[in-house]
């Protein structure tokens, strides 16, 4: 019989309805058995294991040599030149990758073509060629003059006053990742629903407005993901310039070990900084997502702290 309550007018209200919905309420969610997930998970956790423990008890790896360059004043000073290259590299890289997206978007067929021509060119060459050009740049040219064509000059400076090791090294990985920046930003901007661009002309706003106001905070979270990517591989392609023998974390390394033959202790100090530096990129375009998520359809992305979270409790999903 189902259960009924009756009020003072006779009639009669059915709770069988509000109390059932209850009681589904009330139940506890039994996960399914996956007895695939579980052995992969121990198969994976054997390997871990293994792996951890040839780094603790092998000697090969020299954890004494390790501790002791890992913080050692060489290895500090070119790292502080390895983030100093990744900044210059990001910051010139992106400005200029964002003319060089606006001129690709031009309506004009001059500006679209020189922007084209640079992206197809330095995506073209390799980075280390370009390094190698630009540090041999007074080969061509003892010095750099500015002034009108076929007439005088204004201002002329050495080539090798102007470009040095490090001049070279900033000019060969900003001009190398500007051409991949104007693509990730023209990528972002052309994400952006036009009907919306449409409407900011039709009331009038300037187009400089329309594009700080409107297009580039909806385009920067297509843009953010890609951004980061290339960020975190400026940082480990700053390495690269150990071919001028500018003292960067790796070619500092490879200074020291070949001195005392340490190479696998010093590759290692190397490697754990790198991957240090980009763990906290990593956190810090978390931080960042969510700060240009808000607004937008989609739910805001998990700090961190909120995947740990729901890792540990073992919800599979963070909260948001």
């Known amino acids: 019989m189902t259960s009924a309550s009756f009020h003072a007018t006779g009639d009669v209200v059915d709770t069988s309805g509000r109390r059932g919905a209850h009681e589904l309420l009330a139940l506890r969610r039994v996960p399914a058995p996956r007895p695939g997930r579980w052995l992969a998970s121990a198969f994976l956790l054997v390997l871990l294991a293994q792996f951890l423990?040839?780094?603790?008890?092998?000697?090969?790896?020299?954890?004494?040599v390790f501790r002791e360059f890992f913080v050692e004043?060489?290895?500090?000073?070119?790292?502080?030149?390895?983030?100093?290259?990744?900044?210059?590299g990001t910051a010139l890289g992106f400005s200029l990758g964002l003319v060089i997206a606006l001129m690709r978007?031009?309506?004009?067929?001059?500006?679209a073509s020189v922007g084209?021509?640079?992206v197809?060119?330095?995506r073209s060459v390799p980075l280390i060629v370009q390094l190698l050009f630009w540090f041999n740049l007074a080969y061509l040219y003892d010095r750099l003059s500015f002034g009108v064509p076929f007439g005088p000059e204004l201002v002329s400076v050495p080539t090798m006053r102007l470009v040095g090791p490090m001049g070279a090294a900033v000019l060969g990985l900003a001009?190398?990742?500007?051409?991949?920046?104007?693509?990730?930003?023209?990528?972002?901007?052309?994400?952006?629903?036009?009907?919306?661009?449409?409407?900011a002309a039709a009331l009038g706003i300037p187009r400089r407005r329309q594009l700080s106001r409107i297009v580039l905070p909806q385009a920067m979270r297509s843009i953010l993901p890609n951004a980061f990517n290339e960020l975190i591989s400026l940082l480990k392609g700053t390495s690269i310039v150990s071919?001028?023998?500018?003292?960067?974390?790796?070619?500092?390394?490879?200074?020291?070990?070949?001195?005392?033959g340490r190479v696998v202790a010093l590759v290692m100090v190397a490697t754990i900084w790198y991957v240090i530096l980009?763990?906290?990129?990593?956190?810090?375009?978390?931080?960042?997502?969510?700060r240009f998520a808000r607004g937008g359809s989609r739910a805001l992305p998990p700090t961190p702290r909120q995947r740990l979270r729901a890792a540990l409790s073992g919800t599979g999903k963070a909260a948001r």
């Open 53 to 64: 423990h040839g780094l603790v008890t092998n000697p090969g790896w020299e954890w004494p």
């Open 105 to 111: 978007l031009s309506g004009s067929w001059l500006p």
């Open 243 to 260: 071919v001028m023998a500018l003292g960067d974390l790796f070619y500092q390394t490879q200074v020291i070990y070949g001195r005392n």
């Open 120 to 122: 197809w060119v330095f």
């Open 175 to 199: 001009l190398h990742q500007a051409a991949y920046a104007a693509e990730i930003i023209r990528s972002g901007i052309i994400s952006v629903d036009r009907g919306q661009v449409l409407a």
């Open 278 to 290: 980009t763990g906290l990129l990593s956190v810090l375009q978390y931080y960042v997502e969510r």
């Open 116 to 118: 084209w021509l640079y």
């Open 73 to 88: 004043g060489s290895i500090m000073r070119a790292l502080g030149l390895t983030l100093e290259l990744t900044a210059y």
